[in-house]
């Protein structure tokens, strides 16, 4: 398993849930029902003070483990067969993605 923190283009179903992502130049359709939720993070280093009542995005992430499988059109070699299980992270306030972890050996490959 990798952990780092790399942008990553997501398409939501209406309820705001994972349905499909770009990343390294591929594009992924989520396969299996995704799981979220909250971990704590240091944001007492990031920002001056939390305002009352603040909690999601200020004192919590929002992280969703998805299980995705590659688009065959987009799929290198390596990635067809296996689905992918990665952990994303949703800023709450600007609404950007970033990949946390991944769980499986193989990663694309940037282009």
Known sequence: MGMFSESVDVVCTPAGQPLKLQWAGRHYAVCAEPVRWYERRQWWAEERRAPLGSGPGLVDHEIWRVQVQAD?????PRD?????????????GSGRWRILRIHDALRPQTA
Not at 72 to 76: E, K, L, T, V, Y
Not at 80 to 92: I, M, N
């Open 72 to 76: 065959p059109q987009s799929a290198g």
């Open 80 to 92: 067809a067969g296996e689905p992918l299980t990665l952990d994303l992270s949703r800023h709450v």
